[in-house]
């Protein structure tokens, strides 16, 4: 006789499939949310708790609500059904007696068609919701409800929380919590806290396993809301420590030139610039050189609305390395951007002996050949490019100064590959990220924690605010009627829409929009269409044509978004607005108002979700961007503005910003503490936070130089 197989004991690395009740069929469903293994199970945490009230019989359910006709309470109760009758008419319901032999009570419910049948007369029945009196009866509407075994009664329910948990329609909560309940104990067992005690027990912390505990089998309601507040800590406390384990290695361990700064340099530079700086950008400009001076690598986020001037910043920190004699680099996320940069600020240093060049995959491989043999033996001063700018190939000279612009396209890991090309594991550039969607305050502590931030407060002189109106599509002829009346009178418009080519879902796309207003309402204008799939040279004639004033309107994607200045354009519309964030409506409405002319932006959708709704109101209600930001982020959520996507990292499972800013502080205020006080984490003590840190946040930050 073979020997029984014995089932291997609950890891946190078995197989799903392995869990008792599972196997290897309903571990598919699982895969598809993500659940592989055991621990990521226990890391799938319910959405919400239905309180089960504990079961009585009806005359003790009676007791609990007094005579007052209309009073009511909370119950559940055990009986046999003694009566059902379908009503229809006005108010089609379904109504059964319910009876356990110390009472009955009368159970409806309304526009519940699907229920017929399914009741009858003898059946066992656990029904648990709001029980009413009226008069002298009682009645339960819309119970929720469980058959039984009438003959085989199972013990009474008591008093439970019970975890509800996102599922599928073929993987249900029910089945996730049975999933969860046999694997928690044996788990639980197996997790080591990366926490001491001490430190626990003067924040208020349960344990690692205590909290996993709390949120998956909480005894009371209390519990669920500890054991997430532990979890959610732990999410922030390992992101900022992984923020001052970059910010302190940074400081001390790595250099960057320490660049000459005095009068003669600062005029010399302010006098390529067209226009007076604003108080605002002098005292940005002074920050930047403080930073520049020193060897310890400036890692600073500058951030200013649409249009702030954050371009002129720029190349004032990337002028100070040239007039040290070493290089400087501007990387943007899109070759249209990129280019827009390199013709703004050649046209600045026009005449002056400083080497400038563009880099960008349009180019062939014998120009691109071309640019980094001349980049790395130091004949190039400023490489303006795109995420080329990132690969082996790229060689400098003696990087001192690097601008990344739009800093939340990029991944934050992609801040530590713009290095010397020197070979020198100590040496870095003085990096400076810039954006002109606005960081709140919560997420700038997370996402950015690694920067010291300047900000740009308000627009350079001549700048105009833009009026914008949210209206409805069936006004969209009155609104084109109108753009073509200013179009007859000289001025430009962008008519923005959200995709190239027709889609099946009802959009507007550019090749269809520009042949339907060439017939319409812009017949005899000049108009040209722009998008990412043009090439570099079409899109540059196209971009120089339109500044010309050669294009009325121009009928293009968002990749009009940033970069693009073209002071007579004092009009856009933009189609199906509720398709596009917050963030990027303000930045599209930014390419209008450059100008002297009154500029006008028109929202035009009908929003069917009150997420969209939100953002329109908002967009059209405001113009300051760090306003927008703050409305973004109470709308959307730091999930959906800043994803796992751009930022590079993990996203939070549990901890949700707003809401978690107090534990943000205190994670943030502990980790300077504790780096302060063990720089590396080394030692027995902190080795297993280090590992969990390390995990959720090495790659993300380029941690492995600090390990």
Known sequence: ???????????????????????????????????????????????????????????????????????????????????????????????????????????????????????????????????????DYLEMINPH???????????????RFRPIYSGTEDLPSAMIERAVQAVLDPTLAQLDDHLHDQYRTERALPTLAEAYRMVHRPTDADEPKAGRRRLAFDELLLLQLAVFLKRRHRREALRAPALKHNQAIDSHITARFPFQLTESQRTVIDEI??????????NRLLQGDVGAGKTVVALYAMLMAVADGHQAAMMAPTELLAEQHYASISEMLSGARVSIELLTGSLTAAEKKSVLARLISGEID??????????????????????????????????????????????APHTLVMTATPIPRTLSLTLFGDLDVSTIRGLPPGRKPVITKYVSQSQADEVYAYVAKRLAQGEQAYVVVPVVDESDRGLKDVHSHLDWLEKGHFKGRRLASLHGRVDRDQREQTMKRFRAGEIDALVATTVIEVGVDV???????????????????????????????????????????????????????????????????????????????????????????PRDLDLLRMARRDARSWIEENPTLAGERDALLRTRVLKAHGKALGLGDVA
């Open 1 to 135: 006789m073979l020997p029984m197989a014995t089932q291997a004991p609950i890891a946190l690395t078995t197989n799903i499939a392995d869990v008792t009740g599972v196997g290897s069929s309903s571990a598919r469903r699982y895969r598809k949310i993500s659940i592989r293994c055991v621990a990521d199970l226990v890391l799938h945490l319910p959405v919400r708790y239905e309180h089960e009230l504990p079961e009585q019989s009806i005359e003790q359910a009676s007791n609990l609500v007094s005579p007052v006709h209309g009073a009511e309470a909370n119950i559940a109760v055990c009986g046999e059904i003694a009566v059902v009758r379908t009503l229809r008419g006005r108010h089609p319901r379904i109504e059964a007696t319910l009876e356990d032999g110390s009472g009955t009570i009368k159970l409806t419910w309304f526009n519940t068609p699907w229920m017929r049948g399914q009741l009858h007369p003898g059946m066992g029945l656990r029904v648990w919701g709001k029980i009413k009196r009226y008069g």
């Open 382 to 427: 400023i490489l303006i490019g795109t995420h080329a700018l990132l690969t082996e190939t790229v060689r400098f000279h003696s990087l001192a100064v690097a601008v990344i612009d739009e800093q939340h396209r990029f991944g934050v890991h992609q801040r530590a590959k713009l290095r010397v090309k020197s070979g020198e594991a100590t040496s």
């Open 289 to 298: 050189a403080a930073d520049l001076k020193v060897p310890t690598p400036m």
């Open 567 to 657: 002071p007579n354009a004092s009009v856009m519309l933009i189609e199906h607005a509720d398709r596009f964030g917050l963030a990027q409506l303000h930045q599209l409405r930014g390419r209008i108002g450059r100008g002297s002319r009154a500029s006008l932006c028109v929202l035009l959708a009908d929003p069917v979700t009150d997420d969209a709704k939100a953002r329109l109101e908002v967009i059209a209600t405001t113009d300051d961007g760090f306003e927008i930001a703050e409305k973004d982020l109470e709308i959307r959520g730091p999930g959906e503005l800043f994803g796992a996507k751009q930022s590079g990292l993990a996203p939070f499972r549990v901890a949700e910003l």
């Open 145 to 159: 409800y469980q058959t039984i075994d009438a003959d085989r009664p199972s013990e009474p329910r008591s008093e």
